[in-house]
């Protein structure tokens, strides 16, 4: 059973001088679920997050929480922390006072603050940090002092804004787990901004992938990556073969000269649809076996895989492979049905 709803943004109306970054947003939030906006830059992923937090207040639209309007509630009095890119941290306050800080704002007694800044320490694996200079702290720790300080107050939201942008690639990767776990272990929602589509896939319970201040598609990272909503999606969720073809019935489509079986239903009779393909699900075989056949343009070796560019009746097709062919050679493709997925046609 999903978990009930516990934010709800409807209709929600954001422009900075005129400019529309939203324009009549809405999306429900569940409960305990790790959410993830994903899109581009200038997409409204982060506005989105503010809006939430109460650090922008939308000209129009509702934002409810647990079904209560909070649109004109300011930040401190919302059950929701932030964590920022830049951790905004205290550097003249160690980490124990960096975690204590918002927990002395609230008045609370020494002996409660003393026992949440050591159980959130705890949490985040820094249990002997407490005395440490923010300025002796490496960036991954900074992060996690700055994660703690905003689970501190128990709040029943946690926002996080792209706060693992300013960290190495192994850092971020140890991080993303760690978020993951943090979030399991705390039982509360967390809703996370970043434009790294395997950041999104790796973490999330739910993606809500953004463009141009419009949601495209909102599903679990498994659905958006299969089973994209259109070309948008498609391309900015991993690499695709988006390629034009025609629906000559029901599990059957026509794309690139040939016709293939698939898995789709429910188009008209002969429309013009495109056609999505992944690079890792085209099957490379001897010419003479291919349903599609192609000549090799360029090979690139990416560690787990080669990438091949491959010219075939006027289409350029990108490959993923554990085996590598040679620029020149002339190859056979072939594509099960579970591995084309169709979309209708998207006007830009």
């Known amino acids: 059973m999903e978990n009930p709803v516990i934010v709800?943004?409807?209709?929600i109306v954001v422009d900075f001088d005129g400019e529309p970054i939203l324009t009549g947003l809405s999306l429900d939030i569940h409960d305990k679920e790790f959410v993830t906006l994903l899109g581009p830059s200038g997409c409204g992923k982060t506005t989105t997050l503010r809006v939430i937090g109460g650090f922008v207040e939308p000209k129009s639209g509702k934002v409810l929480f647990n079904g209560?309007?909070?649109?004109s509630l300011p930040p401190y009095k919302r059950p929701v922390n932030t964590v920022f890119q830049k951790y905004a941290l205290f550097p003249h306050l160690n980490v124990y006072e960096n975690v204590a800080f918002g927990l002395?704002?609230?008045?609370m007694d020494e002996k409660e603050i003393h026992s949440r800044v050591m159980e959130m320490l705890e949490t985040v694996g820094l249990k002997g940090f407490e005395r440490r200079s923010i300025a002796k702290l490496s960036g991954g720790q900074q992060q996690r002092v700055a994660i703690a300080r905003g689970l501190a107050n128990h709040p029943k939201i946690l926002l996080l804004d792209e706060p693992l942008g300013a960290l190495d690639l192994k850092l971020r990767k140890e991080m993303q787990i760690e978020l993951k776990r943090l979030q399991q272990a705390m039982d509360i929602t967390f809703i996370y901004v970043t434009h790294d589509q395997e950041e999104a896939l790796t973490m999330s319970d739910t993606v809500v992938v953004m463009n141009k201040g419009h949601i495209q598609q909102i599903g679990t990272p498994e659905d958006i990556y299969?089973?994209?909503?259109?070309?948008?999606?498609?391309?900015?969720?991993?690499?695709?073969?988006i390629v034009d073809g025609v629906m000559r019935r029901d599990f059957m489509v026509e794309f690139a000269g040939a016709s293939f079986s698939c898995v789709d239903k429910g188009f008209a009779v002969n429309e013009i649809v495109q056609v999505?393909?992944?690079p890792e699900d085209i099957?490379?075989?001897p010419a003479i076996q291919g349903t599609?056949?192609?000549v090799v343009k360029d090979v690139i070796f990416k560690g787990v895989h080669f990438e091949m560019r491959v010219e075939q009746a006027g289409y350029e097709w990108i490959i993923h492979s554990t085996q590598a062919s040679q620029p020149g050679e002339l190859i056979g493709m072939n594509i099960g049905p579970e591995e084309i997925h169709i979309m209708r046609r998207m006007e830009e």
């Open 8 to 11: 709800s943004l409807q209709d």
């Open 68 to 71: 209560k309007d909070i649109k």
């Open 104 to 107: 002395r704002l609230k008045k």
């Open 226 to 241: 299969n089973e994209p909503k259109n070309a948008f999606v498609a391309e900015f969720i991993g690499e695709s073969n």
């Open 276 to 278: 999505v393909v992944r």
């Open 283 to 285: 099957q490379v075989v």
């Open 292 to 294: 599609l056949t192609g």
